[in-house]
C-alpha cells in the first residue's frame, strides 16, 4: 500500500518519443518541462499584463507585481548598491522563476521544478558566472584579491585557501540549500499523506486516527509556503551580495 | 493495484532509487530550463520590467506634481492672506486716522462756537452793566426831586406857604 515518497520527483516524459537529440542525448517533453512552461508562461502574463502603466490606483494584481518588483529591487539596493541594479532583470527573473516554481509545486499532483539538482545547480552556476564574468570585466585580474582578506603576511596563505575553497562552494551550497529544502518539505507531505492512507485503511479506531496525520499535513503545507517564499528571497539575496562582491570586491560601499 | 508494481519493476532499474540523481533526465531538464528561464529573462528584461518600471515611476511623478501643486496652491493662499490682513490693516488704520481727523475739527470748532459764545455773554453782561448804572443815576436825580417836591407839597400843607423849589432843594440836601 506505501506508496513510495521519491515517486513524486521522478521525471516522466509526457511525450513518448524524444522530441530530438542534442549532442547524442535525448531530449523529452517531461512532466517538469510541462511545469517550467507553465511557470515561465503564467509569470510573463501576469508581470506583463497586470500592469497598466499609467493607471494612478494600481489593482490588486498590479499592486502584486509591483510589490514584488520593488521588493526585488530593494534587495539588490539595499546589498549591492546603486550599480548592482544594472543586474535587476536577471536577479529579477531568478527570485520570479524560482518563487512560481516552489508556489505552483504546492498544488497537489503537480511538480516541484525545485526539487531537482539539475535545475538549482544550473541555476547557481548561472549566478557564479555572471559574478566571475562581472568581476574580471570590471576589475581585470585585479578581481582575484577577492581571495586575498586583509590580515596578517604569514596568516594569508591559508585565508586565501579558505576564501578560494568557500567560493567554489558557493554554487554547491546555493543549489543545495533550495533542493534540499524543496526536497524535504515534499518528502515529509508525501510521508504524511502515506500515514493518512494506511491508517483509513487500517480500518476501525485507526481509520479515525487518520485524523491526525490529515492536520499535520495541513500544518506543513503552511510552512512549506513560507520556505517556498523564504528559498526563493535567500536565494535572490544571495545572488545580490554575491554581485557585490563582485562589483565592490572587499571595500564596503 | 498491478499497475504500481508494474511501473515499480521497471523504474527502478532505469532510476536507481533516487530520481533527482537520475543523470538520464539532466538533459531535457536543462534544455528545457534554457529555454523557459529564456523566455522569462526577456520578458521580465524587454517587457515587463520597463513596464512596471514605468508605472511606479508615473505614479511617482504623478504624485509628486500633485504635491508640488497643492504647495504652491497653499503658498498662494498664504500670500493672499497676507494681502488681505495687510488691506485690512491700512483700511483700519486709515479709518482711525479719519476719525482723529474729524474729531479734531469739531473740537476746533465747538471751541471757536463756545469762544464765540462767551465773547457775546460778556458783550452782554457788560451792556446790561452800563445799562443798570444809568438806570441806577436817573433814579437818584428822580430821588432827589421828588424829594424836593415832596418838601414843598409839605410845607404848604402845613404852613400853607410857598416855597421856592430852590430853597426846597437846599433843605432836602440837594
Redesign the interface.
Known amino acids: 500500500m506505501a506508496?513510495?515518497p521519491?515517486?513524486q520527483?521522478?521525471?516522466k516524459?509526457l511525450v513518448e518519443n524524444p522530441l530530438f537529440q542534442?549532442?547524442g542525448?535525448?531530449?523529452?517533453?517531461?512532466n517538469?518541462?510541462l511545469l517550467?512552461?507553465i511557470?515561465?508562461?503564467a509569470?510573463?502574463l501576469f508581470?506583463?499584463f497586470a500592469?497598466?502603466?499609467?493607471?494612478?490606483v494600481?489593482t490588486r494584481s498590479?499592486s502584486m507585481?509591483?510589490i514584488s518588483?520593488?521588493f526585488v529591487a530593494n534587495i539588490i539596493h539595499s546589498a549591492a548598491g546603486n550599480e548592482g541594479l544594472k543586474f535587476?532583470?536577471?536577479v529579477?527573473?531568478l527570485f520570479?522563476?524560482v518563487l512560481c516554481s516552489n508556489f505552483f509545486g504546492m498544488f497537489p499532483g503537480s511538480f516541484t521544478?525545485t526539487?531537482?539538482?539539475?535545475?538549482t545547480l544550473?541555476?547557481a552556476s548561472m549566478v557564479i558566472l555572471v559574478v566571475i564574468v562581472t568581476g574580471f570585466l570590471k576589475h581585470g585580474i585585479r578581481f582575484l584579491t577577492l581571495f586575498v582578506p586583509k590580515a596578517p603576511i604569514y596568516i594569508l596563505p591559508l585565508l586565501m585557501l579558505i576564501e578560494f575553497i568557500s567560493f567554489c562552494t558557493r554554487p554547491i551550497s546555493l543549489s543545495v540549500r533550495l533542493?534540499a529544502n524543496m526536497?524535504a518539505g515534499h518528502t515529509m507531505l508525501a510521508v504524511f499523506a502515506g500515514f493518512v492512507v494506511s491508517l483509513g485503511a487500517a480500518g476501525g479506531i485507526l481509520s479515525v486516527l487518520s485524523i491526525g496525520p490529515m492536520l499535520l499535513i495541513v500544518a506543513i503545507m503552511l510552512l512549506e509556503l513560507l520556505v517556498a517564499f523564504l528559498q526563493a528571497y535567500v536565494f535572490a539575496i544571495l545572488t545580490c551580495i554575491y554581485l557585490n562582491e563582485a562589483l565592490h570586491l572587499h571595500d564596503h560601499h | 493495484m498491478a499497475e504500481?508494481a508494474h511501473t515499480?519493476t521497471t523504474?527502478v532499474p532505469k532510476?536507481g532509487?533516487?530520481?533527482?540523481?537520475?543523470t538520464t533526465?539532466?538533459?531535457?531538464?536543462?534544455?528545457?530550463?534554457g529555454?523557459?528561464?529564456a523566455?522569462?529573462?526577456t520578458?521580465?528584461?524587454r517587457?515587463?520590467?520597463p513596464?512596471?518600471?514605468?508605472?511606479?515611476t508615473?505614479?511617482r511623478g504623478?504624485i509628486n506634481s500633485a504635491i508640488a501643486e497643492a504647495a504652491k496652491a497653499r503658498a498662494e493662499a498664504q500670500s493672499a492672506q497676507a494681502g488681505y490682513e495687510t488691506a485690512l490693516a491700512t483700511a483700519r488704520s486709515r479709518a482711525n486716522a479719519l476719525a482723529e481727523e474729524t474729531r479734531q475739527s469739531l473740537n476746533g470748532e465747538i471751541a471757536k462756537a463756545k469762544a464765540e459764545a462767551d465773547a457775546e455773554a460778556a458783550k452782554a453782561m457788560h451792556d446790561a452793566d452800563t445799562r443798570i448804572t444809568a438806570t441806577r443815576e436817573t433814579a437818584k436825580a428822580n430821588v432827589a426831586v421828588a424829594a424836593r417836591d415832596a418838601a414843598i407839597a409839605i410845607v404848604e400843607r402845613l404852613t400853607g406857604d410857598k416855597v421856592s423849589s430852590q430853597d426846597a432843594a437846599k433843605a432836602v440836601g440837594n
Open positions: 506508496t513510495n521519491m515517486e520527483f521522478a521525471i516524459p542534442i549532442g542525448h535525448d531530449i523529452y517533453f517531461t517538469q518541462s517550467m512552461v511557470v515561465a508562461l509569470s510573463a508581470l506583463t500592469v497598466k502603466p499609467g493607471r494612478l494600481p498590479q507585481a509591483e518588483y520593488e535587476f532583470p536577471f529579477f527573473t520570479i522563476f521544478v526539487s531537482q539538482i539539475a535545475v544550473a541555476l533542493f526536497l | 504500481p515499480a523504474e532510476e532509487g533516487f530520481p533527482p540523481f537520475d533526465t539532466f538533459p531535457s531538464q536543462l534544455f528545457w530550463l529555454i523557459t528561464f523566455f522569462l529573462f520578458v521580465v528584461w517587457v515587463a520590467g513596464r512596471i518600471n514605468g508605472a511606479i508615473s505614479r504623478a
